[in-house]
């Protein structure tokens, strides 16, 4: 049976992902402070050395060949082999970047010898040049080009007369180290102070130097070909925790190198003893493995309700409560099972944070702007499925806040503002709701400048125009095609606005707020549920129907006097007077078209219910049970209805409608705005 690479490559893949994260933000915190600490240097080589090691492991050559520069040149710096320069900084940011390009071309099958020359022969001269202790001038990169040449040259030669008997060892010794030699290598030191010590402008003594290296790689190099000495182990370089085919998310270590003392053997063990105990504590599990587990919770939970609602039938009253006495016991094992496996569902927001970090220096470089990014709330817990959702439209929004929002330098030393701007995402829950905030310190949303793009493409009209508050105004930045960009850019917007921001926050069940003041910045507030698997629900009855509603977004519910209740629009429109705050009244009967068992809404019960800012009022005839559900999309087996959010299956096996309040309010909304232009058309 032939061997499948492609599912551990793929493991592989997951695994670098979050090993690039944590050298990237390594790294970046060095740029920052102009320093690399021994906890910093024995974590970044950690991260490239099990990036190389795993790379290898599962055939990723072209990419392991160039990590191993990285990680030689890591070894040196927390071996102190040589110093810490500042400007190694970015260059280790430029090679994870390449990195990052090499690994998704080899998965793809699209890298080869010619592409990996392209891709690494600039910064291969810059690596390499820092592992020899020197700095990376133009003149070296210059000179050094000039011996690649001629090493090129001689290649030609060698491959027209079968020159070398290892064709990969030659590519190995010229390209992965263009002076000739392996970092780790002891090869023609001799020579170290010419030239760099590597190559003579002599063609002869370029032959000479590659063939002494090439057979050098061929006596230690006979086993897997990964051109790799075999690590020590130490704490440091423990290859049992580098293969990613155990799928163990090991807990990396954050101790600084051991020093070579006579304690050593002690604290190796010490430090393993803590590393095997982390990696017996994490496992890696697919997230549809935990959804499957949740559905099959949720069939004991309608399994539970079936039985208790069977359980009402039994004529003796003793076997009757006595039934239902274990069966409630059942729900709140079934409850604490639903809380564990969501527990095990919730991943901290420091997961999506960490992302931004190396996006916003990259981004800020590119536009000569400097940026202070802060986040508050990194322990704040958030559903794992929420995260691919959630991730896209953060990485937009701060995207057009570098773009679009902050000022450069000069311009905001000239408006009296500090020339470092600020970007500051936090993260909270209240009420049942996971509250995400961007906020900057740039111009603001120019508001008459969105309008009136809004109003261009038909979006608005000129009496919402002139009737819009400033902030009603600049939401309408998240409407299709409402770009403000004078100038396309590959940063942010492309054109299309920041619609896909508002859509993709819709289908997590969430809402949109913003807050701008031009030349002081803008506040974009997402609000959330916090997970999309369970949710708590209140049963109401509307007519003959009955409806589930989210109890995270009820504010309070009472039964209005006739008092309460005024009218607008020519007594179409039902508002209630609550504390001297006028709440739009919605009436479920009209909305969904179910037959009213009265006319009066005093006759009846009103729920306030919140998104975001906005407050409406639902017009009910009762409350009924509350319970805890398992919530199943409705798109999936049927389509989007408006004011309907999800369903359930009931304990008597029904199926239940969940309302979406967002949808509640958008359908008032719209209803408000019929209201209004059929006032003006009379």
């Not at 599962?58 to 890591?74: D, I, P, Q, R």
């Not at 370029?206 to 051109?227: C, I, M, P, Q, R």
């Not at 570098?402 to 909270?428: C, F, M, Q, Y």
Request: proline share 2%; hydrophobic share 40%; no cysteine.
């Amino acid at each position: 049976m032939a061997f499948d690479i492609s599912k551990y490559r793929e493991m592989f893949v997951e695994e670098a992902e979050e090993l690039f994260e944590s050298a990237d933000n390594v790294l970046l915190e060095a740029e920052n402070n102009g320093s690399l600490t021994e906890e910093e240097m024995g974590q970044l080589f950690r991260d490239v050395h099990t990036l190389k090691g795993s790379g290898a492991s599962v055939e990723l050559t072209l990419f392991a060949k160039f990590t191993h520069s990285v990680e030689n040149l890591m070894d040196k710096l927390r071996n102190h082999k040589i110093e810490y320069l500042p400007e190694m900084a970015g260059s280790l940011i430029d090679a994870l970047d390449i990195m990052k390009e090499l690994l998704e071309l080899e998965v793809d099958n699209e890298l080869n010898e010619e592409v990996f020359q392209e891709k690494t022969k600039e910064q291969l001269i810059i690596i390499n040049a820092y592992s020899d202790g020197k700095a990376a001038s133009p003149e070296v990169k210059e000179e050094v080009v000039v011996i690649e040449q001629k090493v090129e040259q001689k290649e030609e030669l060698d491959e027209s007369e079968n020159f070398g008997f290892f064709d990969e060892a030659l590519d190995e010794t010229q390209n992965n180290k263009p002076y000739g030699i392996f970092a780790d290598d002891d090869v023609s030191n001799d020579t170290s102070n010419d030239a760099f010590g590597f190559f003579d402008d002599d063609l002869e003594e370029v032959s000479k130097t590659a063939e002494t290296a090439k057979l050098k790689v061929h006596e230690e190099e006979d086993n897997f070909g990964f051109f790799d000495d075999v690590a020590e182990l130490t704490p440091e370089s423990n290859i049992e925790e580098q293969t990613p085919s155990t799928q163990v998310a090991v807990q990396k270590s954050t101790s600084p190198a051991v020093p070579a003392t006579s304690s050593k053997k002690v604290d190796d063990k010490k430090d393993k003893t803590v590393k095997k105990a982390a990696s017996t504590n994490n496992i890696r599990v697919n997230l549809d493995k935990i959804d499957l587990l949740m559905n099959n919770v949720g069939d004991l939970v309608i399994t539970n309700a079936m039985l208790t609602q069977f359980t009402s039938t039994i004529d003796d009253t003793k076997t009757r409560n006595s039934v239902l006495e274990r069966l409630e016991l059942l729900e709140r094992h079934i409850r604490d099972m639903q809380d564990s496996i969501m527990s095990i569902r919730m991943v901290p927001m420091e997961s999506i944070y960490s992302k931004f970090p190396k996006v916003i220096r990259d981004i800020s470089k590119k536009l000569s702007k400097k940026v202070d990014f802060k986040h508050f709330g990194d322990n704040v817990e958030i559903d794992k499925a929420m995260i691919e959702g959630l991730t896209d439209p953060l990485m937009h929004i701060i995207r057009n806040s570098l773009d679009h929002g902050l000022e450069i330098p000069e311009e905001r030393i000239n408006t009296g503002k500090s020339e470092v701007g600020t970007i500051t995402l936090s993260a909270e829950q209240a009420n049942g709701q996971m509250i995400i905030t961007i906020e900057d310190d740039g111009k603001g949303i120019d508001h008459e400048k969105v309008a009136a793009k809004a109003l261009t493409n038909g979006l608005i009209d000129e009496n919402q125009y002139n009737t819009m508050t400033n902030n009603e105004k600049a939401m309408l930045v998240f409407g299709a095609g409402v770009s403000t960009a004078d100038q396309v850019t590959d940063i942010s917007g492309r054109g299309v606005g920041m619609d896909v921001v508002k859509t993709n926050i819709h289908k997590l069940g969430g809402a949109l707020k913003l807050d701008t003041n031009m030349g002081e910045g803008t506040t974009i507030t997402i609000i959330l549920p916090l997970t999309l698997a369970i949710l708590d629900g209140l049963d109401i009855a509307v007519g003959s129907q009955k409806y589930i509603l989210p109890l995270s977004s009820i504010v309070e519910s009472l039964q209005p006097t006739s008092e309460m209740i005024k009218k607008i629009g020519d007594g179409t429109q039902d508002l209630l007077m609550l504390r001297e705050e006028f709440i739009p009244v919605v009436r479920l009967h009209d909305l969904f078209g179910v037959e009213s068992t009265f006319e009066k809404l005093e006759d009846g019960m009103l729920i306030v219910v919140k998104s975001g800012a906005t407050k409406v009022a639902i017009s009910i005839d009762e409350f009924l049970d509350q319970h805890q559900v398992v919530v199943k999309p409705l798109d999936k087996n049927f389509r989007s209805v408006e004011g309907i959010g999800a369903a359930t299956v009931r304990g008597d096996g029904s199926i239940g409608l969940i309302l979406d309040i967002l949808g509640i309010i958008n359908a008032q909304l719209k209803s408000d705005k019929g209201i209004t232009d059929s006032k003006r058309a009379s």
